[in-house]
């Protein structure tokens, strides 16, 4: 089964603490609402978003942006283009 | 007697919270406002919207997105594209 | 005398709930604020709707759209697109 | 001394409750602040405008659309398309 | 020193209620907050507004629209085109 | 060092009140919230702004409009087009 | 390990307020909420963007404006084009 976001939307893992930290990008404590990262697991059916973002990037995005789900266990988050900040290039 | 969406918008039968779970995809009960599962049963006139939703799709879409209709004993929702966030592929 | 909607405008006939039953569509009864049916009396001058909708149809559209006047002793509403639904084919 | 409207407006005189009445259309009592009846003056200077409401057409628009201005003793308003919801045609 | 207002706004000098009555629109008295009258000094550099406005015609304006400047002693108002309700021609 | 405002933006030098009267626009006493006047130091990267407006320019803003800044000691602000009202010509 | 900004935004180091005071652009002391001076380290994919601003240039934005991120230690902000006022050029 899997979840093909609409339009400019794309599908996150969000990444843990630790994951955040290992890439040397740290959220500040003091700004629990600032922008989170997640791992991209599927890309909007947007030609232009497809172009920009691919499977396995990572993203950084503003933390209320995103509507939640629970796949197999894990926190997905649908975030639309207009949250989504930058890209994570390694 | 058939209902056809007018525009950017779908008709979908709600999915029962047992068949959202069966298809692994839990929303999770903290999250009581968070998205849910709807089967399309028509497709609204806007012809990119028929490219890319068809009917039996079952899509995922933000909760308090819809008006609610009722037609033979079903709930039934009118949805509205920008409140539907991927489509669900098996 | 006629009426002739302007723009994306339609005039439609309130259904009475009998009628709106009769036809197996059941509006919830907690949710007197919900989609009504209308019977189309006339279309607004844009072409594109007038493609999509014709009088005599029956459309679902939401409660607090549109705005009343009595033509004959009969309740008429004059219903913008935005507030349209679906439309209901027999 | 006449009046152009610019752009998308219309001048109206409103017409007298019973005049409304003569028409065999009624605004209910309980709706005052329902739609009220116009009798177009001069079209604004959209062309798209001009070719759909003519001089000494009757119209319907929403009650608070409009800004009341007074000529000879006549109780005028300038009413924006957008609060146009019909062309009353006899 | 002249004033060249930009993109689609106009100059005006507000005129007197004299002034306005002399020309038989009376402004009602309930209504102070409705639209005045301003002869037009300058229109601003939109070409499509230059068409349609001209140095010298009187226009009724919605009260509240314009920002207030004084020049040598005369009241002035910069009124943006949405605010400009219709062109008086004598 | 040079300021380039971007895209619909200028900067500006707002003038001191004496100099606001000595070209006879006055700005009424009772109208501390009305437009400054002020001399344009740099016009943005907006190719049909720099058609309209020039370096040396006086131009006439809303008062809320434009973000101060302190360069060399003197009062800039960066206005954008939207709050430019007028360009005064001498 | 780079970050690259989506669309129109970009990504700044925010300077320190002495090095904001050596390039003799000051932010004066009541102004703590006025605009604030960032050094670009990457630009958004828009490429309109890409002409007019480029890694290293020094940008001038509003100070509610931007996204904090920490990177390496450093204080990074993503920036949308909408908040940045100017381009710092020497």
């Known amino acids: 089964m ?3 976001p609409l339009d400019d939307r794309v599908l996150v893992k969000v990444l843990e603490e630790e994951e955040q ?3 040397h990008i ?3 404590d003091v700004a629990k ?3 989170r990262i ?3 697991l599927a890309v909007g059916t947007d030609e232009d978003l497809q172009e920009k973002i691919k ?3 990572k993203i950084l995005f503003a933390k209320y942006g995103g509507e939640e789900i629970k ?3 894990e926190d997905l988050l649908v975030v639309q283009r207009s949250d989504i900040l930058a ?3 390694e």
Chains 1, 2, 3, 4, 5, 6, 7 share one sequence.
């Open 2 to 4: 899997t979840i093909q």
């Open 21 to 23: 930290r290992s890439g």
């Open 26 to 28: 740290i959220i500040p």
């Open 33 to 35: 609402e600032k922008p």
């Open 38 to 40: 997640g791992q991209v």
């Open 55 to 57: 499977v396995n990037d």
């Open 71 to 73: 796949l197999n266990g």
């Open 87 to 89: 890209i994570i290039k």
